[in-house]
């Protein structure tokens, strides 16, 4: 059984990695060419190559659990058409110890596919943005920015709540064009700061720099509004700096630990979290998509060899992983207009389409 194993994964692993290695080239010369784009803008082409280069991990994320189809289909095809997989299933592999081999490979594609989503990709993303941020007067995030809340408990047993608007972040850490307005219990405006640079720490205690700070008193005391402005104000948050971090990103950009920070933050402070619950739950279940593509790609093996060339298995798996690609985001938008519950929107599309490789495998085994 050993030999068994060694010969399979051997050849299915190098199919799936030449695949891989094929969609990454197609890619990056995809990247490169839209980044030379930007040479009027004063990047040059080892920059445009680069930042090519940089975006690669995140691409290798979404299109692995294809490439494990792909390459599986070819692999296993090659063997059925040459007939070693008859020859193997005569020497004793059953359609249980061949599913159980090829569960035992998907885990390993399953890892490298976390791997790359969740430390790979974040990391090159991070570097691809500080190169571009360098010519763009070191600011990473520009457009939209971030709007943020907090509730604080008061000593007099009300509570303050605030609402903070961030526009970016700098190369340096620093938070870009900070505004945060205090409101009391009963929704009444109380104070108004501003501040072009602000740093938070991992406790949630912000330092906000040379800022305008508008106050309104109660009015039949004071109806004036005061203002004054400070070098700087000591603000104690329970925004933290990877609850803002993640709140600067796109939800499709997070990773799963960020996700999952940020719809507790959401919860907490009762605000709608339902589109950053199903990404969560689409990015932990996304690297299990390997063991469906697999299980989609072993009934490939037991067709026969006259049953269509290699190259009509190969387009049939390409239409499989761009439908299940197809319905993985339809059922996230899906879900989000009918208010489903997230991971049954996430785990829908891998469930059903394991269902339909386990149907097919199962009637291929009993009567092919």
């Known amino acids: 059984m050993k030999t068994v194993r060694r010969l399979l994964y051997r050849d299915v692993v190098v199919t799936v990695m030449f695949v891989a290695l094929a969609f990454m080239a197609l890619f990056f010369f995809i990247g490169f060419v ?31 659990p294809i490439a494990v189809l792909i390459g599986t289909i070819i692999s296993l095809a090659r063997m059925a058409q040459s007939s070693e997989f008859t020859i193997l299933r005569t020497g004793g592999l059953g359609p249980g110890r061949a599913l159980g081999l090829l569960s035992l490979l998907a885990a390993g594609f399953a890892v490298l596919t976390f791997v790359a989503g969740d430390w790979l990709a974040p990391a090159a993303d991070q570097w691809g943005q500080r190169l571009r941020a360098s010519g763009n007067q070191g600011l990473l995030q520009q457009a939209g920015g971030a709007w943020l809340k907090d509730r604080q408990p008061q000593s007099d047993g009300t509570e303050r709540l605030y609402t903070v608007s961030v526009a970016g972040a700098s190369l340096d850490g620093q938070l870009e064009r900070v505004r945060v307005f205090a409101f009391d219990d009963q929704n009444r405006l109380l104070e108004r700061w501003e501040a072009p640079k602000a740093l938070v720490d991992g406790n949630g205690a912000w330092v906000l720099l040379d800022v305008r700070r508008l106050r309104w008193p109660n009015a ?95 387009f049939g798996g390409i239409m499989l992983g761009i439908s299940f690609v197809l319905l993985n985001n339809l059922a996230g938008h899906v879900g989000l207009l009918k208010n489903w519950t997230p991971w049954a929107v996430a785990a829908a599309p891998s469930l059903l389409y394991l269902a339909l490789s386990m149907s097919a495998f199962t009637w291929l085994v009993r009567y092919r």
């Open 220 to 314: 039949i005391q004071t109806p004036d509004v005061l203002e004054e402005h400070l070098p700087l104000l000591n603000w104690q948050s329970r925004l933290t700096r990877s609850v803002v971090s993640a709140a600067l990103l796109k939800a499709s950009d997070m990773s799963t630990a960020e996700l999952f920070t940020y719809t507790r933050h959401l919860s907490a402070q009762e605000q709608s979290a339902q589109r950053y619950e199903i990404q969560f739950w689409r990015k932990a279940l996304y690297p299990l998509a390997c063991f469906v593509m697999v299980a989609l790609a072993l009934p490939f093996a037991y067709l026969h060899a006259r049953a269509g060339g290699i190259s009509a298995k190969v």
């Open 34 to 64: 839209e980044e030379l784009e930007r040479l009027r803008q004063g990047a040059g082409p080892a920059r445009a190559a680069a930042l090519a280069l940089l975006d690669l991990p995140g691409q290798f994320y979404e299109v692995f």
